[in-house]
């Protein structure tokens, strides 16, 4: 499966402090590759790399995610450092 290389950016109400831990989970359950550029209680920035399905999860996942936060959108950007 070829890998891609996106950004979530993750608005909403994320300020618990449980929710950065659990993205860093989240994605290493996946399999994916993760590195956070940014975080504070209304926005997190998460570059992510792996095969498309399991951002897709990843997505739907923090769509879902911890019952302390409220997420908004998320925005996917390919490629973030090209």
Not at 25 to 52: C, F, K, M, N, S
Not at 71 to 80: G, H
């Amino acid at each position: 499966m070829p890998a891609a290389h996106e950004r979530l950016t993750i608005r909403g109400n994320l300020g618990a402090g449980s929710f950065l831990p659990w993205v860093a989970r989240h994605a290493a359950r996946l399999g994916l590759d993760g590195e956070i550029h940014h975080a504070d209680a209304g926005r997190v920035d998460i570059d992510l790399r792996g095969p498309t399905d399991l951002i897709d999860a990843m997505e739907m996942g923090c769509l879902l995610g911890p019952i302390d936060v409220w997420v908004e959108t998320i925005d996917r950007t390919p490629n973030p450092s090209a």
